[in-house]
């Protein structure tokens, strides 16, 4: 598997920009190969549907088919272990189709939580008080912004190796995902 899949083309980020596309692809990452049936049952969908839409992530080259156990398994596995995109082209047809995927990840990632706040008072405590919610408003520059950016990334790779190698993972670690999103709010002010 590749380390990354750099998207560069309107095409390939509308494609890539459908929720349950989103949600299978960080199912491969996270599980590791499957076939349509287990993705769909643990995603809640359908098995058509979860099919169709791993041959379209397939088309665009995020997943592929892997050998299975048997002739009539026919897993899927991500092509990549990340996606990304750049946020800066002038090209309007390249703003809009990152507009869209933006979008979308964000429906997914307030999906997310949501489905946490319904579960959350099953939580043990302890994982109660470490999980949830907060913002910071900071004043920043855009070099500044992405010193930060860089910095929390930073952080979190550390961590990297327990995303692929079961055997990194402690005992009591369960996946968490850290949302992190930069929003200006505001003009620009010349100060």
Known sequence: MENEKRLTDPRTLRAYAHPLRIRLIGLLRSEGPMTATRAAALLDDNVPNCSFHLRQLAKYGFAERVPGADARERPWRATASTTSWDDDSDDPAMRAATDQLNSVLL?????????????RADEPTEWRAAAGFGDTLVHLTADELRELSDQILALTARFDARATDPAARPAGSRPI?????????????DR
Do not use: C, S
């Open 177 to 189: 995902q850290l949302i992190y999103m930069a929003v200006p709010r505001g003009p620009v002010t």
């Open 107 to 119: 429906g997914v990632f307030t999906e997310r939580a949501q489905d946490y706040l319904a579960t």
